[in-house]
Nanobody, 110 residues
């Protein structure tokens, strides 16, 4: 079982940036697929970004604004979010295999 702890969420104005972090309880060196999801109030959880090896994919709604990355030495997965919009407001979750973190709240509002 992999333990995941997200951090870095908060309140930010539209157009601002946040960097989410996901601390993983074991080495990620051999973990091929890692992802970030989000869930807004009243909506289903949706895939935001994924990293497969070194290849990244993004939901159309965040393409060009969000960047997923990994640091194998620190066992960390990151989600850099730029040009944030109110519709990005959600709880963001890190997912590896079948394990989920507790989530971190991102609120984009003026």
């Amino acid at each position: 079982q992999v333990q995941l702890v997200e951090s870095g969420g908060g309140l930010v104005q539209p157009g601002g940036s946040l960097r989410l972090s996901c601390a993983v309880s074991r080495s990620i060196f051999n973990i091929y697929f890692m992802s970030w999801y989000r869930q807004a109030p009243g909506k289903q959880r949706e895939l935001v970004a994924a990293i497969t090896g070194v290849t990244t994919t993004y939901a159309d709604s965040v393409k060009g604004r969000f960047t997923i990355s990994r640091d194998n030495a620190k066992n960390m997965v990151y989600l850099q979010m730029n040009s944030l919009k109110p519709e990005d407001t959600a709880v963001y979750y890190c997912k590896i295999y079948d394990s989920w973190g507790q989530g971190t709240q991102v609120t984009v509002s003026s």
